[in-house]
């Protein structure tokens, strides 16, 4: 009976190993983890564009109003001319000559003051030359004058230099050159100075003026004259 025991107990064993082998064990191939599967990858294919390109806007030809204001406008585009970008168009620019001009009779004659404030500069010329005539008429010799540069000089503060024949003003200057002649000051002048030289520096005249009224002196070719605040000097004869 113990022998019957001992084989009935081994093969007990025995069956116990197989079973626990069966559950815990097992070939490579059932135990290795399959890998997980990672997003699908799709190729992307460029397809054709089938859209149809946007069609660019077409320019359309500025419109000019009636009248004296759209001929000055359309013919400064046309021609290409530049003006102060104060303004919103060329005739802008040209009405607000003809409005300042009247007021700026004090110490420039009216063509001096066009020539020598800068306003003919560039294509201030051209401008002014075919916008004038058109906004203001009156003004139109003023214009020509201030282009050719023979227009009537008036002395204020400053020194100059008498010549027969006088050049054009010149902004980089600090003596301009005048005609010879005689010019007279009027106002209410005090405290001022005016002087008349040799070019080597001589005094010929000269007058500090406490109180005066009219002011009146003779220039002659050769001279060199200086204003120290006497007002505006004009020529009368």
Request: glycine share 10%; with cysteine; hydrophobic share 30%.
């Amino acid at each position: 009976m113990t022998d019957v025991r001992r084989v009935g107990a081994v093969a007990g064993v025995v069956a116990a190993a197989l079973v626990l082998s069966g559950c815990g064990g097992g070939s490579d191939k059932t135990d290795a983890k399959k890998p997980s599967k990672g997003p699908a990858v799709t190729a992307s294919v460029d397809e054709p564009d089938t859209a149809e390109p946007t069609a660019e806007p077409e320019e359309t030809e500025p419109e000019y109003p009636p009248g004296p204001e759209g001929e000055i406008d359309e013919k400064a585009d046309t021609e290409g001319w530049e003006y102060d970008s104060l303004y919103d168009s060329a005739s802008d620019y040209v009405q607000d000559i003809c409005d300042s001009l009247p007021d700026q009779t004090e110490t420039a004659s009216p063509a001096q003051w066009l020539a020598e404030a800068g306003f003919m500069e560039d294509d201030g010329a051209k401008i002014l030359t075919f916008g004038v005539p058109k906004l203001c008429p009156k003004w139109t010799k003023t214009v020509k004058a201030a282009v050719s540069g023979t227009y009537e000089r008036w002395i204020s503060r400053g020194e100059f230099d008498v010549k027969a024949k006088p050049k054009p003003f010149r902004s980089g200057d600090d003596v301009q050159e005048i005609g010879p002649g005689t010019y007279q000051a009027k106002g209410k002048f005090s405290n001022c100075y005016w002087e008349r030289t040799t070019q080597s520096g001589n005094i010929i005249a000269n007058q500090f003026v406490t109180q005066a009224r009219v002011l009146t002196v003779t220039l002659r070719v050769g001279d060199l004259f200086k204003n120290d605040g006497c007002g505006t000097f004009k020529p009368v004869g």
